[in-house]
């Protein structure tokens, strides 16, 4: 089974409609982050929270929202998503004995 | 601002050929430089080599070089198979309890 996972996988959706994309861990990390990758761009941080009760904005936070409801899950949503919203999701976990970073298959988002 | 460029773009070989791609770093503290393979619509992928202060390592036919005093390190990729078809990305974490900064990686294709 895949340390990371994300769901969905694929999601296409409408302008102004909410959005929740989910990702779970079994590799007991604390560090979990979201990030939105674009063509040329690279990847870029949205949210990342170091426990359930430490929640950070990233470099890109704007319209998007994030919950840490447990240790091994982290949401984002996008509470009225727009089509610049359109990206491929990554949520990942990070390792504090090893700083490696573990991210889940990513969600390819579409917003019309 | 710390910054982590990745030098070139893209790149084009033979199967069987050498590579190197080039990552320069502007960050501060720096605590240690991995490098990661993406593969096309997935998660990035850590090729289990790290470097800190000066030194080289290598994992299988991926060797890494880090300059700290010209803040550079080098991916050197021998013997390229066609499977090697992928980004490279740099990824340097800074001291501290700080996110990692990501280059927009390097897009390798290795042609028959």
């Given at each position: 089974?895949?340390?990371?996972?994300?769901?969905?996988?694929?999601?296409?959706?409408?302008?102004?409609?909410?959005?929740?994309?989910?990702?779970?861990?079994?590799?007991?990390?604390?560090?979990?982050?979201?990030?939105?990758?674009?063509p040329g761009?690279g990847?870029?941080?949205?949210?990342?929270?170091?426990?359930?009760?430490?929640?950070?904005?990233?470099?890109?936070?704007?319209?998007?929202?994030?919950?840490?409801?447990?240790?091994?899950?982290?949401?984002?949503?996008?509470?009225?998503?727009?089509?610049?919203?359109?990206?491929?999701?990554?949520?990942?976990?990070?390792?504090?004995?090893?700083?490696?970073?573990?991210?889940?298959?990513?969600?390819?988002?579409?917003?019309? | 601002?710390?910054?982590?460029?990745q030098s070139p773009q893209s790149l084009i070989i033979?199967?069987?050929?050498?590579c190197?791609l080039q990552?320069?770093?502007?960050?501060?503290?720096?605590?240690?430089?991995?490098?990661?393979?993406?593969?096309t619509?997935?998660?990035?992928?850590?090729?289990?080599?790290?470097?800190?202060?000066?030194?080289?390592?290598?994992?299988?036919?991926?060797?890494?070089?880090?300059?700290?005093?010209?803040?550079?390190?080098?991916?050197?990729?021998?013997?390229?198979?066609?499977?090697?078809s992928a980004s490279y990305i740099?990824?340097?974490?800074?001291?501290?309890?700080?996110?990692?900064?990501?280059g927009k990686g390097t897009r390798l294709s290795v042609i028959?």
């Open positions: 089974d895949a340390d990371v996972t994300q769901t969905p996988r694929n999601r296409i959706t409408k302008t102004g409609k909410r959005i929740m994309l989910e990702c779970s861990q079994t590799k007991g990390h604390d560090r979990m982050y979201w990030y939105r990758q674009d761009l990847l870029r941080l949205i949210y990342y929270s170091f426990d359930v009760k430490d929640i950070n904005k990233g470099e890109i936070s704007d319209g998007y929202s994030v919950s840490r409801q447990a240790q091994a899950k982290f949401s984002l949503s996008l509470e009225s998503a727009i089509p610049n919203q359109t990206a491929l999701y990554f949520c990942a976990t990070r390792s504090g004995s090893t700083d490696t970073q573990y991210f889940g298959p990513g969600t390819r988002l579409t917003v019309l | 601002k710390n910054q982590v460029e033979l199967e069987g050929k050498n190197t990552c320069n770093y502007t960050v501060s503290p720096f605590s240690n430089l991995r490098w990661y393979k993406q593969d619509g997935r998660g990035p992928v850590s090729l289990k080599i790290m470097t800190f202060s000066e030194n080289t390592k290598s994992n299988g036919r991926y060797t890494a070089t880090l300059d700290a005093d010209t803040k550079q390190s080098s991916l050197h990729i021998t013997a390229s198979q066609l499977s090697d740099c990824v340097v974490s800074a001291a501290g309890n700080t996110p990692l900064v990501f028959a």
